[in-house]
């Protein structure tokens, strides 16, 4: 038995996994700390630049889903150690004040993020993210991370 069979019988196997097990094999296997920290930010960014482009294409289209612009607006804040005022966050979320602090105070409610003093400035409130948050985010982006890898390697 040769390499190449060796390589035939893995990919039988691989090919035989089922999904869910693929995924898992890819997300245990541990890549530097910092490679994927920074793999994570790049995701979140793409996928909030490629939000924002859409409404330049689709003229007149609103797409509309401010919970998620604002989780992505706060994981990316978070990894860059940025503060965002809950006024900041209103308009990133691409809706109306009110709806946005609507779902602030269902995230807020959720345990998702908190609201607080803002301490450079007394007078304003900025958006803290919780540990939920941020473990669900990278949770995320860990998959999406892995799609990418599968995708690379039938294509590859």
């Known amino acids: 038995m040769g390499a190449a069979s060796e390589r035939d019988d893995l990919i039988d196997v691989v090919v035989r996994l089922p999904r869910k097990a693929i995924e898992e094999t890819l997300l245990s296997m541990p890549p530097d700390a910092r490679e994927l920290s920074e793999r994570r930010l790049a995701e979140a960014r793409a996928v909030l630049v490629g939000r924002r482009r859409r409404a330049t294409h689709f003229n007149g289209v609103r797409f509309y889903d401010p919970s998620w612009d604002m989780f992505l607006e706060l994981y990316v804040a978070a990894c860059e150690r940025r503060r965002i005022a809950v006024s900041q966050l ?59 890898r599968i995708q690379d390697r039938r294509s590859g």
């Open 90 to 148: 209103c308009k990133l979320s691409g809706g109306s004040t009110t709806t946005a602090l609507r779902h602030i105070e269902h995230l807020e409610a959720l345990g998702y993020i908190v609201r607080q003093t803002d301490p450079e400035d007394g007078r304003g409130l900025i958006v803290g993210t919780l540990t939920p948050l941020l473990v669900a985010s990278e949770q995320w982006l860990d998959l999406q991370i892995a799609e990418f």
